[in-house]
């Protein structure tokens, strides 16, 4: 009697112990599942910061283009006598010979419309590590909590079904024994 439930204790344990390593190899596989997809070096922060970075190197490549536009209008400026006179008379200088007619015409804007765009970049992850962190723990948990569950019902089961075959025995005894 003493080793059969010495062998039932064992293999007790032994489903314990499968349990509870299901249950941390669960609560890891979902941890490593979400850092990679939600985590802070994840997939959507990295897709998000390479679209970021796409979008300020069209923003550098228009400045840059404008940067030489300017700067070629202001080495003409510099060079050459009429675009000078040009611009003088844009902002109003006149020369002595010159007499100034004014136009209601709406004025272009000494600013250039968009001198290119601010750009914030926030790092900031799907989830925080630690929310990861928690969120794995409960799979774990509940992994840990279905697989006890479960087991207390197979056992409850077995339980009575030995109760059952035991009384059959008995019947089987009695019914062996008035024949």
């Known amino acids: 009697m003493t080793l059969v439930k010495k062998e039932g204790a064992r293999s007790v344990n032994r489903v314990m112990k499968r349990i509870v390593i299901l249950a ?7 941890y490593c599942a979400m850092a990679v997809v939600w985590g802070p070096s994840g997939v959507i922060v990295t897709k998000r910061a390479f679209d970021t970075a796409a979008t300020m190197r069209r923003n550098i490549d228009d400045l840059a283009r404008r940067n030489e ?22 902002i109003g200088y006149l020369a002595a010979d010159e007499v100034a007619v004014r136009l209601s015409l709406e004025p272009e804007p000494a600013v ?25 723990a409960m799979a774990g948990m509940v992994v840990l909590l279905a697989g006890l569950a ?20 008995e019947i089987l005894v009695q019914e062996a024994s008035r024949t």
């Open 24 to 30: 941390c190899w669960i609560a890891v596989a979902s």
């Open 69 to 90: 536009r300017y700067a070629a209008e202001l080495e003409g400026l510099r060079n050459a006598s009429e675009p000078t006179a040009l611009e003088a008379r844009s």
């Open 112 to 136: 250039p419309a968009e001198a290119g765009r601010l750009l914030e970049y926030t790092g900031a992850s799907a989830l925080a590590e630690a929310r990861i962190k928690d969120i794995a």
């Open 150 to 169: 479960l087991r207390a019902a197979r056992s409850a089961r077995s339980a009575r079904s030995a109760q059952g075959r035991a009384g059959q025995r």
